[in-house]
């Protein structure tokens, strides 16, 4: 069993930045993929982000590409989501996961809001 809360989110203007952090514990995380998903209100939940724990290899959605940074503290156990130049279409509940196959999640967080006006 993996926990994941997620934290950083807000209400910030288009442009500005915001760190988004997850922290996850009850399991060593060395076999696992952690990912940032996000949901719209009236849109399906939709990848943005992840990172392979072992070796740090990173995966993009391209309409965040260049924009958004993952990463992750392997000693505190934390993953990252650095947002850069946000618009207004990232606006979202922002969740974090854990699961041992990249195409399929076990471990979800309760999310967290990034409202970004224009």
């Known amino acids: 069993q993996v926990q994941l809360v997620e934290s950083g989110g807000g209400l910030v203007q288009a442009g500005d930045s915001l760190r988004l952090s997850c922290s996850a514990s009850?399991?060593?995380?060395?076999?696992?993929?952690m990912g940032w998903f996000r949901q719209a209100p009236g849109k399906e939940r939709e990848f943005v982000a992840r990172?392979?724990?072992?070796?740090?290899?990173?995966d993009y959605a391209e309409s965040v590409k260049g924009r958004f940074t993952i990463s992750r503290d392997k000693v505190k156990n934390l993953v990252y989501l650095q947002m850069n130049s946000l618009k207004p279409e990232d606006t979202a509940v922002y969740y974090c996961?854990?699961?041992?196959?990249?195409?399929?999640?076990?471990?979800w967080g309760q999310g967290t809001q990034v409202t970004v006006s224009s």
């Open positions: 996961a854990a699961g041992v196959n990249y195409k399929s999640y076990d471990y």
């Open positions: 009850g399991r060593t995380l060395s076999s696992y993929f």
């Open positions: 990172i392979t724990w072992s070796n740090g290899i990173t």
